[in-house]
C-alpha cells in the first residue's frame, strides 16, 4: 500500500469536498430531486470544513487558532464567543456552498459525460480504466505517484477476498457483479475526471438508478 499522505492544502481540501458533493448535485440535475444516500459524504464535508477553519487556521476571518472539538476538551464551556461560533458556521457554509456551485457548474458542462457514464453502469456494474477512457477520453492530469500501486493491491485484495474456495458452488452465468455500483481498479476522480483529485468512490449509490429522459 502507499505511504500515507499527511498534508492537505485547501485547495486540495476543495477539490474533496467538490468530489464528495458530485453525487447530491447529480441527483439534483438529472432528477430534479435529492434523496438521503449523501448522508456519508455530508458527514465527511462537514468534518473536514470545520477542521479548516477550528483547527487548521485556514480562514481570515476566525484566524490562525485552533479549537479543540468536544471529545478534546475538559472544560464544560467552548473556548470561544458566541459571535466567534457564528463566524465559524458562516465560514463553514460559505466554503460548502462555494464548492457546490462550481461542481454543479462543471457538472452542468460535462452533463452528457454523467449521463453515458451512468447508462454503462446499468449496463456493466464494474467499470474499469479501459471503459472509463473509452467514454470520458483520457485524464487530463496525470496520475499520482502511488496511484498505480494503490489501485492494483485493491485489485488483489477483492481478488483473494472473493476468490473460489473448492467447496464454492460454481458462480451463476451472467455479467460480472461487484457491489453496486463501485468502479474497481484504475477509478477516476469519482464521476468527472476533470478534477486533480483521485478518490476511489461509488458513482450509482443504488447501482440500478434509471437514466432521466425529461429535464437535464
Known amino acids: 500500500m502507499p505511504v500515507d499522505k499527511k ?11 467538490k468530489v464528495a458533493l458530485g453525487g447530491r448535485v447529480a441527483e439534483s440535475l438529472c432528477f430534479d430531486s435529492i434523496t438521503t444516500g449523501a448522508i456519508d459524504d455530508l458527514q465527511k464535508i462537514t468534518k473536514a470544513v470545520y477542521a479548516q477553519v477550528t483547527k487548521y487556521g485556514m480562514t481570515d476571518s476566525v484566524g490562525k487558532v485552533f479549537f479543540p472539538g468536544d471529545s478534546e476538551r ?5 473556548p470561544y464567543s458566541e459571535e466567534t461560533a457564528r463566524m ?23 452533463i452528457d459525460l454523467v449521463k453515458a457514464l451512468a447508462k454503462k453502469l446499468l449496463e456493466k456494474e464494474v467499470l474499469r480504466e479501459d471503459d472509463l477512457v473509452e467514454l470520458l477520453g483520457p485524464r487530463p492530469y496525470a496520475k499520482i505517484v502511488d496511484y ?14 472473493t ?32 478534477c486533480a483529485v483521485d478518490v476511489v468512490v461509488p458513482f450509482c449509490r443504488c447501482g440500478k438508478s434509471q437514466i432521466p429522459t425529461g429535464r437535464m
Not at 474456495?165 to 476533470?194: N, R, T, V
Open 74 to 78: 475538559q472544560e464544560l464551556y467552548k
Open 148 to 161: 498505480d500501486t494503490f489501485v492494483d493491491a485493491f485489485e488483489k485484495d477483492r481478488q483473494q477476498r
Open 88 to 110: 465559524i458556521d458562516d465560514e463553514a457554509r460559505d466554503f460548502v456552498e462555494s464548492c457546490r456551485a462550481k461542481t454543479e457548474k462543471l457538472l452542468s458542462e460535462k
Open 163 to 194: 476468490k473460489k474456495s473448492p467447496s464454492s458452488p460454481e458462480p451463476k452465468s451472467g455479467p460480472e457483479k461487484d457491489k453496486p455500483g463501485m468502479l474497481s481498479k484504475h477509478l477516476y476522480s469519482c464521476f468527472f475526471p476533470f
Open 7 to 17: 498534508l492537505l492544502n485547501r485547495e486540495q481540501l476543495e477539490d474533496f469536498t
